[in-house]
């Protein structure tokens, strides 16, 4: 008798395990609990030769490409109006990383194709985690919620000091 209640203590047990377990995210959202950022995608689709591996040379010419697409008015630099129209396509929404402060490193309230180009490369170079010069699916994957991929719309002010 022992044993039977035992083993229906364990099934008990193991039946609320698994009503425990959270939800299934939606399709796409994320594997495992790890997810691709917005410049994961954008790296991803710069892969041009299909064969899912993302070189160098292809992020270079995506850049390129990506910049073009983004001069709307052909000036030369991306405005943030640009740079703002450019992310809501490209990484999916105006407020996903990198944004302008990633950017636009001189302040100018502007991106030149340089400015552009560095911030892809860093990301590309972070994602590279093996350093062998190409980025694979497996290198996209990162353990972070989607959430935190966006900016931070605002920032938490620190909680005001205790009156002892
Ligand atoms: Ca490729
Ligand atoms: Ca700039
Ligand atoms: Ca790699």
């Not at 991306?78 to 809501?88: H, N, V, Y």
């Not at 719309?153 to 000091?161: V, Y």
């Amino acid at each position: 008798m022992r044993i039977a209640t035992t083993t229906l203590l364990a099934l008990t047990w193991v039946a609320s395990a698994a009503a425990a377990q959270p939800a299934a995210p939606p399709p796409g959202s994320t594997i495992n609990g790890r997810s691709v950022a917005p410049v994961g995608v954008l790296i991803a689709g710069f892969d041009t030769d299909g064969d899912a591996r993302t070189t160098r040379d292809e992020l270079r010419a995506g850049t390129t490409r990506g910049f073009a697409h983004a001069d709307a008015n052909k000036d030369g630099k991306l405005g943030l109006f640009e740079l703002s129209s450019w992310a809501a396509v490209w990484l999916g929404d105006d407020s996903a990383l990198p944004g302008r402060f990633d950017f636009d490193r001189d302040f100018d309230d502007a991106v030149s194709p340089a400015e552009f180009a560095a911030e892809l490369d860093r990301r590309f170079t972070r994602y590279d985690v093996d350093k062998d010069g190409i980025v694979v699916r497996g290198e996209l994957l990162q353990a972070q919620p989607l959430r935190d991929q966006r900016e931070p719309r605002r920032q938490r002010l620190p909680d005001p000091p205790q009156r002892q």
